[in-house]
DNA sequence: GCCAACGTTGGC
DNA sequence: GCCAACGTTGGC
């Protein structure tokens, strides 16, 4: 996939069950670590992210597939701890403490969608084909946006 | 629950 | 470095 440094716009997916938009709202501060990315094409773009970036919060695997709300990156990729922790499902024994394999940002909430935009809905626009989210066999769990791609998305919220 | 698609692992 | 086997994702 093509990378530009300017990108600042983001989607990242999360189950709604485990973590979705109203656990983020209740958060304190309705900050929360975004933990457990364990794919080398999503970790990269968690490194590339920087305070002040804009990501859509997309619900997976559940009943009602879509973008559900707006959050903000408010501190940049440093090491996930889950990694080093045994009892987390995020486990990495592989990883070297003095070399982390994975990183984390913090994110914050900033609105829900008006209303919750679905992957049905937005497989049928021409404007959103280059999104890997619609792509057929694309697993990707963090994805950059064009700032075009971002502002069609609100425009039909 | 099914299963297509994809990423990772590890033997060779 | 190849590639078969396996594990995971995530829509349906």
Redesign the pocket.
Known sequence: MRYDKKMRYWLM???PDVFGIEHLKKRPRQTEPWD?V????ARNFIRAMRVGDRAFL??????Q?GIAGVMEIVKSAYPDATQFDPASPYF?P?SDPQNPRWQRVDVRFVRDLKRLI???EL?NYPELRDLP?V???????VMPLTERQWKFILSIE
């Open positions: 997916k999360s189950e457990g364990r794919n080398y094409q997309y619900h997976s695997n559940c009943v597939p990495d592989r679905s992957l049905r497989k989210l792509q057929r066999g694309t697993r990707l769990s």
